[in-house]
């Protein structure tokens, strides 16, 4: 699978500090995006520590040095998928654990992570970062939404009081780091030629219509680093309330005969 990536991340304009994490890494074939919370730094040191746990053991796998697998599994996934899953039990792990320092008391992260496995990719999250796939025009969330609000709506509650109240909307159900154990979403992905993959933090779409975010993506006049440019200048231009991150992730075609050679070898 022939991909493209772009990537960025912004204060936004009322943060004083930068709590969000990324990595985008096509030679590792792995995308993260973590949004820290917990007060002063501590945000950031939990996001911090997410990618590169996640990161880390990545690396280890990918040299065959498969590192302990800490909890079981039971999902139909593949061996791959499953230590990618275990890699955010650990980020959870070591998140917890650092809350021992009272600097850091009460800190977590979210974490949404798209990693590939031949022709295909693997989509891990806990909480609100979302994820979405890009095809024809159309814009479809992946990820499941870990909150209160997103929660109640899969239940068919009526949310005419929690829709509109920001409490209600960020108020999260899953966080890496708050509990020594964390309820991980797991999905596969089979992209197509032509489809594009968003990650961000939820200060992009908090204040970037969807439309205007679909729009921008489906530019053919823009590049990749345009799109994402133009989407954080977006996101500020709406109120830029909240440290800003996004990874663009374009499946491109491949030459056939290059293709086939590919199929051959594997």
Known sequence: MKLKI???TDTGLKRKINEDAYLASEELGLFIVADGMGGHRAGEVASRMVVDTISEY???LQSKNEPFLIRPVLKNISERA?????????ANKKVYEAQKNPEYFRMGSTVSVIATEKETMWLVNVGDSPVYSIRNGRMILISE???IAAEQKNMGIDDSFGSSN???KNTLTRVIGINDTVEVFVKKV???AGDMILICSDGLINYVDEKVIRLILS??????EGKVKRLIDEANKGGGGDNITLILVEVLKENIFKKLVKKLKS
Do not use: C, Q
Not at 82 to 90: A, D, S
Not at 219 to 224: E, N, P, Q, R, W
């Open 145 to 147: 939404v870990h909150s």
């Open 219 to 224: 530019d053919l006049t823009i590049s990749l």
């Open 58 to 60: 990545w690396t280890r």
């Open 82 to 90: 499953k230590n990618l899953v275990n890699f955010v039990y650990i």
């Open 166 to 168: 920001p409490l209600m």
């Open 190 to 192: 089979v992209p197509e």
């Open 6 to 8: 772009a990537a960025g």
